[in-house]
């Protein structure tokens, strides 16, 4: 059973402080092995990644990794070979404090894109990480805070699996809706399991918790998603540590989507009777990014022809509107629309509307009576997005 608690991983360190980057708030953070780890990345799919990807991408080549360092306030993307450069150093110089090579360090940032990072303040705060890195709860916490941006609250999670513990934290609020990865998240546990199983592994739980989330329908430069395991506790059960890692996967997606920049409600929705598993999750991401769906969620407005037209907007498949059913669900209470109810003029409007007013909702869509189904998370989209965004680097 996963637990929304901080678990000590034995064998791991952490630590989050600040160093100076913008502000005042934790912003340099770091997890450190006591030995080499068997690990797996999965990374964003956008054209124009970060510096920390391309650096990240290199070094888990071979599937073994000791060391994550990550920025926050500085993404350190579209900096060129400047960027390159800037996170190579960093990986040497912490690699240098704590022993170990270069290559087995792994570089993230996360925050304003197309500003060189200060390197200077950099340095000044890699001299001191031997000492910094504890095992405590209190520096697992510091570490979850330090890679947060406009986020409102840390998200971690953690397992046991037979003999082993999984502790995993995501930071994320904002230019979101993944392709194959999602903004930061880490996953460290105990379990000895080859690093080729744990890339195919954590490639699929990604595809089915991370990949199906979305806040703005943005995909980020610097998405990221790291499994470090160091055997000290032994060899698992495969398809149990999958499935509990899946269970974490889509809990911190869900808080993700919860916690949007500006978002006041969860929602789950659930594209069934689809003739294909494609036809599920496009008409599922249609619907789930459209900002016209979005806001009728915010202000509780039951429109239901957004949806029709989200639906719609998928070219590639027809679907009849005698077929379509859309149902919304909050608080034990589920209600429904068709197109017969609409011959009817039967359509419960003020009931939707208030289902909408829930702080977390399902919308469930029905495309006919196809033997295919996809799920997806999302929130909705307020004036806080916009204040958010609208002077984010001021």
């Known amino acids: ?8 991983v034995p064998g791991f360190s952490w630590f989050g402080k600040n160093i100076g980057i913008k502000d005042q708030t934790l912003d340099f953070g770091g997890i450190l092995s006591d030995v080499p780890c068997q690990a797996a990345g999965v990374f964003t799919r956008n054209t124009m990644p970060g510096a920390p990807v391309v650096v990240g991408r290199e070094h888990l080549r071979d599937g073994v990794l000791q060391a994550v360092i990550v920025n926050s306030k500085n993404a350190n993307v579209a900096t060129q070979q400047h960027g390159i450069d800037d996170s190579k150093r960093i990986c040497r110089m912490v690699a240098e404090t704590c022993g170990i090579a270069p290559e ?8 304003v894109i197309g500003r060189r990072l200060p390197m200077d303040v950099i340095t000044r705060g890699c001299a001191t990480l031997r000492q910094d890195f504890g095992k405590s709860l209190q520096h697992a916490e510091s570490f979850a805070r330090a890679i947060m941006t406009t986020d409102t609250r840390p998200k971690w999670v953690s397992a046991r699996v037979g003999g082993a513990t999984i502790f995993a934290v995501a930071k994320g609020a904002g230019m979101i809706e993944p392709n194959m990865a999602t903004m930061l998240s880490y996953f460290m546990s105990d379990a000895q399991i080859p690093a ?8 699929r739980v990604v595809n089915q918790s991370f990949n199906r989330i979305s806040i703005d329908s943005d995909t980020s430069t610097s998405d990221t998603v790291v499994m470090l395991c160091n055997g000290l506790a032994g060899p698992v059960d495969l398809k149990e540590f999958e499935a509990t890692l899946l269970e974490m996967a889509i809990h911190l997606a869900k808080e993700i989507a919860r916690d949007g920049e500006g978002a006041t409600k969860l929602i789950e929705l659930a594209v069934s009777g689809a003739q294909s598993a494609d036809q599920a999750l496009l008409t599922a991401k249609s619907v789930i990014n459209s900002p016209l769906v979005k806001t009728a ?20 498949y027809t679907v009849d509107i ?7 669900a909050a608080g034990g209470k589920r209600l429904g629309i068709d197109a017969g109810i609409l011959d009817r003029d039967e359509v419960p ?23 295919f189904s996809e799920r997806v998370w999302g929130c909705d989209l307020t004036e806080g997005y916009v204040k958010e965004n609208a002077y984010y680097t001021t």
């Open 196 to 203: 080729n199983l744990l890339q195919e592994m954590l490639a």
């Open 297 to 316: 969620i915010y202000g509780a407005d039951p429109n239901w022809g957004r949806f029709v037209m989200a639906i719609g907007k998928v070219f590639q």
């Open 322 to 328: 005698a077929d379509l059913k859309i149902f919304f």
């Open 349 to 371: 409007l003020d009931e939707i509307s208030a289902l909408l007013k829930n702080s977390e909702m399902r919308i469930e869509i029905v495309l006919g009576d196809g033997p």
């Open 1 to 8: 059973m996963i637990e929304a608690k901080i678990q000590t």
């Open 104 to 111: 087995l360090v792994l570089p993230s940032s996360t925050g």
